[in-house]
Nanobody, 122 residues
Protein backbone atom coordinates (compact mmCIF):
# COMPACT_ATOMS: atom_id res chain seq x y z
CA UNK A 1 0.00 0.00 0.00
CA UNK A 2 1.32 3.42 -0.93
CA UNK A 3 0.15 6.77 0.37
CA UNK A 4 0.22 9.79 -1.91
CA UNK A 5 0.08 13.25 -0.36
CA UNK A 6 -0.77 16.39 -2.29
CA UNK A 7 -1.95 19.96 -1.84
CA UNK A 8 1.10 21.69 -0.47
CA UNK A 9 2.28 25.04 -1.71
CA UNK A 10 3.19 28.61 -0.85
CA UNK A 11 0.75 30.75 1.12
CA UNK A 12 0.91 34.01 3.03
CA UNK A 13 0.52 34.28 6.78
CA UNK A 14 -3.12 33.95 7.71
CA UNK A 15 -3.97 31.99 4.61
CA UNK A 16 -5.33 28.48 4.18
CA UNK A 17 -4.30 25.26 2.49
CA UNK A 18 -5.89 21.88 2.18
CA UNK A 19 -3.83 18.70 2.05
CA UNK A 20 -5.01 15.35 0.73
CA UNK A 21 -3.60 11.86 1.05
CA UNK A 22 -4.87 8.83 -0.81
CA UNK A 23 -4.01 5.16 -0.40
CA UNK A 24 -3.27 3.06 -3.45
CA UNK A 25 -5.32 0.14 -2.12
CA UNK A 26 -8.32 -0.19 0.12
CA UNK A 27 -7.34 -0.93 3.70
CA UNK A 28 -9.21 -0.55 6.97
CA UNK A 29 -6.73 1.88 8.46
CA UNK A 30 -7.53 2.11 12.17
CA UNK A 31 -5.61 5.34 12.42
CA UNK A 32 -4.57 7.96 9.89
CA UNK A 33 -2.48 10.97 10.71
CA UNK A 34 -0.44 13.90 9.55
CA UNK A 35 3.07 14.68 10.75
CA UNK A 36 5.39 17.47 9.68
CA UNK A 37 9.11 18.05 9.61
CA UNK A 38 10.86 21.39 9.37
CA UNK A 39 14.53 21.61 8.35
CA UNK A 40 16.81 20.50 11.16
CA UNK A 41 13.94 19.37 13.36
CA UNK A 42 12.37 16.05 14.30
CA UNK A 43 9.18 14.89 12.65
CA UNK A 44 6.33 16.36 14.68
CA UNK A 45 2.80 15.07 15.23
CA UNK A 46 0.10 17.28 13.72
CA UNK A 47 -3.21 15.42 13.81
CA UNK A 48 -4.73 11.94 13.84
CA UNK A 49 -8.16 10.46 13.20
CA UNK A 50 -9.86 7.15 13.92
CA UNK A 51 -11.51 4.83 11.40
CA UNK A 52 -14.96 6.26 12.09
CA UNK A 53 -13.75 9.82 12.21
CA UNK A 54 -15.34 10.29 15.61
CA UNK A 55 -12.01 10.53 17.42
CA UNK A 56 -9.53 13.19 16.43
CA UNK A 57 -6.34 14.40 18.08
CA UNK A 58 -4.24 17.48 17.43
CA UNK A 59 -0.83 18.77 18.34
CA UNK A 60 -0.95 21.76 20.66
CA UNK A 61 0.48 24.12 18.07
CA UNK A 62 -2.31 23.49 15.55
CA UNK A 63 -5.38 23.11 17.76
CA UNK A 64 -8.19 25.36 16.64
CA UNK A 65 -6.54 26.07 13.28
CA UNK A 66 -6.24 22.67 11.59
CA UNK A 67 -8.94 20.08 10.96
CA UNK A 68 -8.35 16.46 10.03
CA UNK A 69 -10.99 14.41 8.25
CA UNK A 70 -11.21 11.22 6.23
CA UNK A 71 -13.29 9.57 3.54
CA UNK A 72 -13.01 5.80 3.77
CA UNK A 73 -14.81 5.30 0.48
CA UNK A 74 -11.98 7.17 -1.19
CA UNK A 75 -9.23 5.71 1.03
CA UNK A 76 -8.27 9.27 1.85
CA UNK A 77 -7.39 11.56 4.71
CA UNK A 78 -7.41 15.35 4.58
CA UNK A 79 -5.94 18.24 6.53
CA UNK A 80 -7.57 21.64 6.35
CA UNK A 81 -5.12 24.27 7.55
CA UNK A 82 -6.36 27.74 8.41
CA UNK A 83 -4.72 30.82 9.93
CA UNK A 84 -1.34 29.59 8.78
CA UNK A 85 1.81 30.92 10.41
CA UNK A 86 5.43 30.94 9.23
CA UNK A 87 6.21 28.33 11.89
CA UNK A 88 3.85 25.94 10.08
CA UNK A 89 6.38 25.76 7.25
CA UNK A 90 7.47 22.14 6.87
CA UNK A 91 7.17 19.01 4.79
CA UNK A 92 3.88 17.38 5.71
CA UNK A 93 3.61 13.59 5.74
CA UNK A 94 0.50 11.45 5.93
CA UNK A 95 0.65 8.16 7.79
CA UNK A 96 -1.60 5.20 8.49
CA UNK A 97 -1.79 2.10 10.65
CA UNK A 98 -3.96 -0.98 10.61
CA UNK A 99 -4.31 -1.69 14.30
CA UNK A 100 -2.87 0.91 16.65
CA UNK A 101 -5.51 3.51 15.96
CA UNK A 102 -5.07 7.27 16.09
CA UNK A 103 -2.12 8.40 18.19
CA UNK A 104 0.89 10.70 18.12
CA UNK A 105 3.69 8.11 18.03
CA UNK A 106 5.55 7.90 14.74
CA UNK A 107 6.55 4.30 15.45
CA UNK A 108 2.87 3.25 15.49
CA UNK A 109 2.43 4.06 11.80
CA UNK A 110 3.62 1.50 9.26
CA UNK A 111 2.57 3.37 6.14
CA UNK A 112 3.90 6.77 5.12
CA UNK A 113 3.39 9.12 2.21
CA UNK A 114 6.22 10.88 0.42
CA UNK A 115 5.56 14.32 1.90
CA UNK A 116 4.32 17.60 0.50
CA UNK A 117 5.96 20.98 1.11
CA UNK A 118 4.02 23.73 2.85
CA UNK A 119 5.63 27.16 2.97
CA UNK A 120 4.07 30.08 4.81
CA UNK A 121 5.56 33.47 4.02
CA UNK A 122 5.57 36.31 6.53
Amino acid sequence: VQLQASGGGLVQTGGSLSLSCSASHTRAFAGMAWFRQAPGQDRQFVAAISWTGKSTYYGDSVKGRFTISRDNAKNSVYLQMNSLKPEDTAVYYCAANLGAGPNWYRSEYAYWGQGTQVTVSS
